[in-house]
C-alpha cells in the first residue's frame, strides 16, 4: 500500500515536471523574450541619448543591440546576505553614466516578481557605495585644495568648483521593508572602507560623475505620463534606469496572435543552458522575425539549423566551434499526437555569451591591459588575435605556432577545486619566458571571463610590480601577498577585462597559489 502511494506520488511529480516542460519550450520562450523587448525599446526611446546596458546574462537576450554590459549579481542583495563585491565593480557603468547623463540597465526575472534582487537591492547598495567613496575622495581634495589656498593666494584656487552637497543616502524601492533597510545602512561604512581600500581609480570617477548616482525603477507595470517626461538632464541626480524586462504577473498568460498562440514565460532569458539549444542572443536578432513568423512547430528546426550554420561558419574561419548536442530527456509516457521535440534539453556545454562576437571588429573579444603586454579573451578568438603568444586554458586545443603556444585545460572549481593551483606554475612560467623578451600574450578560456581572468591575476601579481611594470618576479618574491593585494590586482584586472566574473572558487585556487609561495617556488628562469 505504502509502495503504491510512493508510485502515485512519484507520479503526480513527474506529470507535473512534464507540463512545466511542456509550458517552457523554446518557442514560447523566444517569443516571450520578443514581446518583452517591445517594452524595452519603448522605454529606451523615452530617454535616447542614454546608453542601453544589458546585466549579464538574462539581460542581453531583451534587445537586439546593447552599448555595453554589465553584472550586477541578484546573489549580492539576497535578504541577510547583502554584499558589495570589489571583484564585480561595475566601474565602467558609473563611468558610462557620468559620461552620457545616465544609463539603462535591462534584465528580467521569472513569474511572480516585479523586479530581481539585483535591481531592487544589488545596484542601490553598489550606486551609494561608490556615491559615498567619490564624496570622501571630493572631501579630502576640498581640504587639501583649502589648505594650499591658505598657504598661497586665496584666489589661485577655486574651490566652488568641488560641490559639497552630495547625496550619499541609500534609495532602496518602496517595497523593501524599514528593518531591511536599517539592516543595510548599517553596513554601508564597512563597504565604503572596503572600496576606498581597494585601489579603486575613484579619482577619475569623481572627476567623470557630476551629479551622484541613484537608481530608478521601471516594470511593465510602471505608469508613465508620456507628455510628462522630464529631461533627465534636469534631474540634481545621474540616473541608473533599471528596466525590469518582463511582466510581473503571477499566473500563466496564454496569449495568441493572428497565427499561433503560445505561452509567456517571465524572464525567459534566465538560465539559457537549459532551452536555448546552442542560440546565443546575437544569432537570434539576427533572425528573429524568420524565428517568430516561423511559428511552434518550425522553430526548433530553424533553430538548429541556424546554430549548425553558425557552427561551420566559425570553424571556416579557425574559430573553436563545439558540437551542439540534443537529446530527449525522461518524459512521462503520453500519446504520441502529443509528444514534440520542445522538451529536448542541451547537452553540450555552450560558451558564454558576448555581445560584441559577430561584430566586423575580429579582435573585439580581446582585451588588452593597459601596457603590460597582458591580454584577455575567449578562445574562439584566440587563432585571430594579434597577440605573439597564446596561453589556451580552454578544454578543446585551438591551431597556433608550436613555439608560441601552450595549451593547458583547466576546469573551473565547480568541477575540480584544484585544477587552476595545478596549473598555474607552468602558467606563469610560461608567461615570463615570452614576456622577458617583449611578445604580447593573450590568455584565453571558452568565454573570457573566468578562468582567462583568473589566470591573467595570477600572472599579474607574480611578475609585475605594484605599479604594472614588468619584473619578472622581483617585486613578487619581497612581498607577502595579503586578500587586499590581490583585490587591488583583480581590480586593475577588471578595469580592461569589463566582462570579467570570475568565480570564488577559482579566486581562491590564485590566492592559495600566491600566499603559499608556490609562485616563488616555482622555477620561472627564462
Known sequence: ME??????????????????????????????????????????????DLPLLANLRCGLWYSPTFHATCYFKSTDGHNN??????????????????QKGGCFIVDATRR???????????????????????????????????????????????????????????????????????????????????????????????????KPLRPLWISQKTVIWLNEVPDHESWDFTP??????????????????????????????????????????????????????AGPEMCNQMVADIVEKD?????????????????????????????????????????????????????????????TNLAVGTSQNAGISKADCILNCDKESISADPKAYLHLPMLTSKFDRFSLLNNLPSAVNFAKLNLSQGKTLLICCDNGEDISVCVCLAILTALFDDEGTFDGGNFFSETCITKLEMRRRLITVCKYVVNARPSRGNLKQVFNFLSCGRAGSTNMST
Open 3 to 48: 509502495d503504491d502511494e510512493n508510485t502515485h506520488q512519484l507520479s503526480i511529480y513527474r506529470a507535473a515536471r512534464s507540463i512545466k516542460r511542456r509550458d517552457n519550450t523554446l518557442y514560447n520562450a523566444l517569443r516571450s523574450i520578443y514581446d518583452d523587448s517591445v517594452f524595452v525599446g519603448e522605454i529606451f526611446q523615452l530617454w535616447p
Open 81 to 98: 546576505n547583502w554584499s558589495f563585491n570589489t571583484s564585480r565593480l561595475n566601474i565602467h557603468v558609473a563611468q558610462l553614466a557620468g
Open 112 to 210: 511572480g516578481k516585479r523586479f530581481p534582487d539585483s535591481m531592487s537591492k544589488t545596484i542601490p547598495i553598489w550606486a551609494c557605495v561608490l556615491n559615498r567613496s567619490i564624496h570622501n575622495h571630493r572631501e579630502r581634495m576640498r581640504q587639501i585644495a583649502l589648505g594650499e589656498s591658505s598657504a598661497c593666494d586665496e584666489h589661485s584656487i577655486d574651490t566652488r568648483q568641488m560641490p559639497v552637497d552630495w547625496d550619499c543616502s541609500l534609495h532602496l524601492p518602496l517595497w523593501i521593508s524599514g528593518t531591511e533597510r536599517a539592516s543595510i545602512e548599517k553596513r554601508l561604512e564597512e563597504w565604503t572602507q572596503q572600496l576606498d581600500a581597494s585601489g579603486a581609480d575613484i579619482s577619475s570617477l569623481a572627476s567623470c560623475l557630476k
Open 240 to 293: 541608473i534606469i533599471l528596466v525590469s524586462a518582463s511582466s510581473p504577473s503571477g499566473i500563466v498568460q496564454r496569449r495568441t496572435s493572428s497565427e499561433f498562440s503560445w505561452n509567456y514565460i517571465p524572464g525567459a532569458g534566465d538560465d539559457e543552458e537549459s532551452w536555448a539549444r546552442g542560440l546565443t542572443p546575437s544569432l537570434f536578432w539576427n533572425r528573429a522575425y524568420d524565428i517568430i513568423n
Open 311 to 371: 557552427r561551420v561558419s566559425r570553424a571556416r574561419r579557425g574559430q573553436d566551434a563545439p558540437q551542439v548536442t540534443v537529446k530527449a530527456p525522461n518524459l512521462v509516457p503520453r500519446p504520441d499526437h502529443c509528444l514534440n521535440n520542445d522538451e529536448s534539453q542541451l547537452a553540450s556545454d555552450i560558451a558564454n555569451i558576448n555581445i560584441n562576437r559577430n561584430s566586423s571588429d575580429e579582435d573585439s573579444d580581446i582585451s588588452w591591459l593597459g601596457s
